[in-house]
């Protein structure tokens, strides 16, 4: 994928709720990134057999947005009252 021509998107989840994303919606390279970094916030796991290709995002309770560097798409994390 062309870097300069990625359009910023915005990824939402919400707090304590799996949501999945197919494997070329989320870089490898983002991905790392969210482990290395908000592993706190945030559960991943990578795309597997086991779960079918997808990435699986939970929020652990956090709010806010994660900034991520390649491409830069912020992750709003929205808590369950403000769906």
Not at 70 to 79: A, D, F, H, K, L
């Amino acid at each position: 994928m062309d870097i300069n021509s990625a359009k910023p998107r915005i990824i939402e989840i919400t707090e304590y709720e799996n949501k999945s994303f197919q494997r070329d919606e989320i870089p490898d390279s983002a991905g790392v990134e969210l482990y290395e970094k908000y592993k706190i916030q945030v559960d991943i796991e990578f795309p597997t057999y086991k779960t079918r290709e997808y990435w699986k995002l939970k929020a652990k309770g956090w709010v806010g947005y994660i900034f991520l560097v390649i491409p830069s798409e912020p992750i709003p994390i929205i808590s369950k009252e403000d769906r």
